[in-house]
C-alpha cells in the first residue's frame, strides 16, 4: 500500500490541499500577500475544469 506525503498541516501535498487546509484553520493569506503566482492558480483553476467534465 502506497504512502501519501503529506505536509505540516497534515495534508496531501498539493497546492489546492494547501490553500484549503490553511483555509480550514483560519491561518490562509489575503490575496495581496499571496505566494501563489497568478499564473500558477489560473493553470490550477484551468485543471480543476478539466477534471469536472
Same mark, same amino acid.
Given at each position: 500500500?502506497?504512502?501519501?506525503?503529506?505536509?505540516?498541516?497534515?495534508?496531501? =501535498?498539493?497546492?489546492?490541499?494547501?490553500?484549503?487546509?490553511r483555509?480550514k484553520?483560519?491561518?490562509?493569506?489575503?490575496k495581496?500577500?499571496?505566494?501563489?503566482?497568478?499564473d500558477?492558480?489560473?493553470?490550477?483553476?484551468?485543471?480543476?475544469?478539466? =477534471?469536472? =467534465?
Amino acid at each position: 500500500m502506497a504512502t501519501t506525503k503529506k505536509n505540516k498541516l497534515g495534508v496531501k =501535498k498539493s497546492l489546492a490541499n494547501n490553500i484549503n487546509a490553511r483555509k480550514k484553520k483560519g491561518v490562509s493569506r489575503p490575496k495581496k500577500k499571496s505566494t501563489v503566482s497568478k499564473d500558477a492558480y489560473q493553470d490550477m483553476q484551468e485543471n480543476w475544469e478539466k =477534471k469536472k =467534465k
